[in-house]
């Protein structure tokens, strides 16, 4: 008898600690003020509908920081050094089928993206370290490829980095914008 109370004691100490547990308020992170975004080739990749055979060729995930009043390149980015090219991790992209960029080609598979900003050119990297906050541990090692490419600016600023693709005869134009400054990367497939 001494045996059961004492599992029934136990049984009932377990169900109220268990229902303090599911009663317990979840803590969820705020919202990010740089939000995470994605964003296809073709841009309509992901909202198919039935009887659509639109297949993803490239998909970029990025976070998307605000110029908040602030001037962005060259002063909150440096010149000539490594950006995550967003903000929070650095950016994803994922190529469904090879591509080439730059006269490289470069295998399906999931990549970074840095850029190297300058005031009239940026240097553009696909590198194979992904799943990394910002560029604190970009390895130079790991590049599958850097490309130059001019800076286009725009009249208007850009309050959130942007990035978005333009079709091409035989590819697509990754455009990548902020603030005043635009750049443009031609992928081939």
């Known amino acids: ?12 100490c377990f169900g ?9 308020e979840v803590k969820f992170a ?39 009043g602030r001037e962005i390149f060259g002063v909150l980015e440096q010149y000539g050094n ?11 992209i994922r190529f ?6 730059g006269g490289k080609k470069i295998k399906a598979g999931v990549y970074s993206l840095f850029a190297i900003p300058n005031k009239d050119t940026w240097t553009i990297i696909i590198n194979k370290q992904t799943d990394r906050w910002g560029a604190f541990t970009y390895d130079e090692s790991k590049d599958l490829i850097r490309v130059n490419v001019p800076v286009k600016t725009l009249a208007k ?6 990035i978005t693709f333009t079709p091409l005869t ?11 400054t635009q750049v443009e990367l031609p992928i081939a497939f």
């Open 1 to 12: 008898m001494k045996n059961i109370l004492v599992l029934v004691f136990a049984l009932l």
């Open 16 to 24: 109220v600690k268990a229902q303090e547990a599911i009663n317990a």
């Open 30 to 68: 705020a919202a990010d003020p740089s939000p995470a975004d994605i964003v296809y080739f073709p841009l309509n990749a992901a909202k198919v509908k039935a009887g659509d055979a639109t297949k993803p060729i490239i998909k970029v995930i990025y976070s998307r920081p605000q110029k908040k």
């Open 82 to 92: 490594v950006w995550r090219f967003g903000a929070n991790e650095n950016t994803e």
């Open 96 to 101: 469904f089928e090879k591509v080439t960029i």
């Open 157 to 162: 600023p850009i309050e959130y980095f942007s």
């Open 170 to 180: 035989e590819g697509a134009t990754l455009i990548a914008a902020w603030d005043k």
